[in-house]
């Protein structure tokens, strides 16, 4: 299956994560034509995504008849976005929920369907160099997932799951996970920016910093404690450094494990509403 054959895709919610995803199905294919956007408050993105490639954003999804219906908005808006797309899912229609936290079983009760796939995708999905983790309702048939898993792809790699409540683990993990990095980049240039290094130039070697080495980890197989040796010179300054970073008891370890649990927490806490 293609993006071409896949017919129209609707994608109700045209926020952050939506229009990341739409970005990267119309960069890998998918016909303008057919994609649909369903959003009655369009964010400046979706506007200007719109605009490029000629489509039009639909304050609702009354008389549209999509293949593929996405649900991309909050997972606190959900239950009323479902009762008033009721209508537009047909007994063919194939629905992809990205919402953290929803469990294949509401959205199954929300919109009277049995054809669903709960995701958990990241931004990255925007430049194609997304995870998506995935799990299909019982009553997806082998197509249809093939059909979830040419969509997805699209915006990247994609890991799919037979146990549910993983997907509260892999929110956690990758579909938080970018924010995690990306605050890593600001602690980096705030730190540059206390030894005393000009503002724009602490940033940009932070920003590059991330940059090379996250392309060195996709072009080197090394694992990245490999990696990370080779910056370490014996008694060197990021022997030094790491000393801190990996100390025993609060190190960055213990960080980013309790900072995955209180995510995790949360999406579970989404799910119960
Ligand atoms: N932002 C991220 O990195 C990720 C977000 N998600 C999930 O994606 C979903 C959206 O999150 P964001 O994009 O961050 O939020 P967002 O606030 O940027 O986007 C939500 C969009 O839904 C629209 N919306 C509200 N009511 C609507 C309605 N009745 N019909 C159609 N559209 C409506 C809003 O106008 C907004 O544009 C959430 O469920 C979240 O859990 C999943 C993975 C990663
Ligand atoms: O922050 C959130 O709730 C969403 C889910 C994963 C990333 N963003």
Same mark, same amino acid.
């Given at each position: 299956m293609s993006l071409r054959t896949i017919g129209p895709v609707m994608l109700v919610g045209a926020g952050k994560m939506g229009m990341a995803l739409a970005q990267g199905w119309l960069d890998a294919g998918l016909q303008p034509a057919n994609l649909i956007l369903v959003d009655p408050n369009p964010g400046e993105i979706a506007r200007e995504v719109a605009k490029d490639f000629g489509l039009t954003i639909h304050g =609702? @999804?009354? %008389?549209l008849q999509p293949n593929v219906l996405v649900l991309a908005v909050k997972p606190q808006v959900m239950g009323a976005v479902m009762s008033g797309l009721k209508p537009v899912v047909g007994p063919q229609t194939l629905v992809v929920s990205i919402a953290a936290g929803i469990d294949i079983a509401r959205i199954s009760q929300g919109l009277g369907t049995g054809k669903v796939v709960r995701t958990m995708p990241n931004t990255p999905a925007q430049i194609g160099k997304g995870i998506t983790g995935a799990v299909p309702a019982a009553g997806v048939t082998a197509n249809e997932r093939d059909a979830a898993e040419t969509l997805l792809k699209a915006a990247g790699a994609v890991v799919w799951f037979d146990?549910? =409540?993983?997907l509260d683990a892999v929110t956690a993990i990758s579909g938080s996970g970018p924010a995690y990095v990306f605050h890593l980049v600001e602690a980096l240039a705030e730190a540059g920016r206390r030894q005393g290094l000009p503002d724009a130039i602490a940033e940009q070697l932070a920003r590059q910093t991330v940059i090379g080495s996250a392309a060195l980890l996709d072009a080197d197989r090394a694992p990245p404690a490999v990696l990370r040796q080779n910056v370490t010179?014996?008694? %060197?300054t990021t022997a030094a450094g790491l000393a801190v970073l990996m100390a025993? @008891? =609060? %190190?960055l370890t213990q960080l980013v494990d309790r900072t995955v649990a209180a995510a995790r927490r949360r999406s579970e806490e989404l799910g119960r509403g």
């Open positions: =609702d @999804a009354v %008389g146990r549910e =409540d993983q010179s014996p008694n %060197g025993e @008891a =609060d %190190g």
